[in-house]
């Protein structure tokens, strides 16, 4: 069955460093997200993408953050300059767009910002 | 704006007995609803979802919710549980636009424990 993975499963940085997490969404799905969970707290929208642009952003996503699509298969997510409020677990997800608004998401990428 | 909440954090039960998770929604326009499932280590998946038609919709492993618009409750329901039930549950949302994308907005989920 066809499934998100996410790289890596744990990445821990210094604050101010940048950070690229990974995503490899269904491959024949159209529309793509990242939400965050702070530990203890909801699962907060992140951005969605579509079409090789970003079609809707929360306001935690600043201009800190940046996504994109560089291969057609791959989905990132960049923190440019980590603070130690953005440790939380990063969850990917892909929806088809065809129907039935299924969110397929990935296990997550768990930063930790020393 | 829409938001969900999910009055309990943590509900422990033992194996066999039913179980309800209470989800109650806020949304000034139609929404779509859905429960995800978290098992330990692993990502979210969905159980269940309402877009329209029957109030009650199933699961393939038993669970059950029921749309209740007057209450603007969505609550999720197994008449009896097993230990492999035991996970994260998430309620969450979508606006309606007629069509299959937006963004999911979550409560901040309740933690099942089924103790034998």
Known sequence: EPEVTQTPSHQVTQMGQEVILRCVPISNHLYFYWYRQILGQKVEFLVSFYNNEISEKSEIFDDQFSVERPDGSNFTLKIRSTKLEDSAMYFCASEGGVGGNEQFFGPGTRLTVL | ?116
């Open chain 2, 1 to 116: 704006a829409q938001s969900v909440t999910q009055l309990d954090s943590q509900v422990p039960v033992f194996e066999e007995a039913p179980v309800e998770l209470r989800c109650n929604y806020s949304s000034s326009v139609s929404v779509y609803l859905f429960w995800y499932v978290q098992y330990p280590n692993q990502g979210l998946q969905l159980l269940l979802k309402y877009l329209s038609g029957s109030t009650l919709v199933e699961s393939i492993n038993g669970f059950e919710a029921e749309f209740n618009k007057s209450q603007t409750s969505f609550h999720l329901r197994k008449p009896s549980v097993h230990i492999s039930d035991t996970a994260e549950y998430f309620c969450a949302v979508i606006r309606n636009y007629g069509g299959s994308q937006g963004n999911l907005i979550f409560g901040k989920g309740t933690k099942l424990s089924v103790k034998p």
